[in-house]
């Protein structure tokens, strides 16, 4: 069997649901999805799940980083073992205005692409999986990708662009290897079945991502 990894760009993966919803507020409902159950719904009879790896960082706003926490318990509730998360951190970053000269703070979630770029090479190193499908429009990316290219040529490298999100970058990457990304957004049945239930175990769907 062909063991496949997904490495999941969470903040790029939320706020492209987050841009689709505020052209269509039927997007909304896929904020509280299982991962593992929308992956899998890509993969064929020949290719077995490895890990769906997610990869964020906890918000600095509480109410945000309770919405978070909700998700991710949920997911990992349903899926203790083929479900993981790996955490970076936000920083807050002085920004100055060019207009007015004042000076603000501005949260920065730092390290996610750092993350996904060292698991990547790990699983590849170690041989855990056959196919690496990265879920993420960061063009920060294009590097690890390059490198896995060259060093482990048998993997299989697939990208899928979240919702609203889009690399010319990536995918002129994509078409020298003769492949080009999946656009999730043109796969809504998949996110639809993937929904979950409001309740799951003792976790619940945020009161602000239901649908009124």
Request: aromatic content about 14%; hydrophobic content about 35%.
């Amino acid at each position: 069997m062909n063991k496949v990894t997904f490495y999941i760009d969470g903040f790029n993966f939320y706020y492209g649901l987050s841009t689709s919803k505020k052209q269509d507020s039927m997007w909304q409902k896929f904020y509280w999805i299982d991962m593992v159950k929308f992956c899998s719904s890509f993969l064929s009879k020949e290719q077995l799940l490895e890990k769906v790896i997610y990869f964020t960082a906890s918000p600095l706003d509480p109410k945000k980083s309770s919405r978070q926490s909700s998700f991710l318990n949920a997911n990992k509730y349903l899926n203790s073992t083929t479900f993981e998360i790996v955490r970076g951190k936000y920083i807050e970053k002085p920004i100055v205005c060019p207009n007015c000269n004042n000076s603000f703070l501005r949260p920065e979630e730092k390290k996610t692409d750092v993350n996904i770029s060292v698991r990547m090479m790990e699983d590849c190193i170690n041989d855990k999986t056959d196919t690496l499908i990265l879920v993420s429009a960061d063009s920060d990316l294009i590097p690890p990708l390059e490198s896995i290219k060259r060093t482990f040529p048998e993997k299989n490298l697939k990208v899928y662009f979240p919702p609203s999100r889009y690399s010319r970058d990536i995918k002129d990457f994509l078409y020298l290897q003769k492949k080009k990304p999946i656009l999730l957004e043109k796969n809504i049945k998949r996110f639809e079945d993937a929904i979950m239930p409001d309740v799951v175990g003792k976790y619940t769907i945020p009161d602000s991502w239901k649908i009124k």
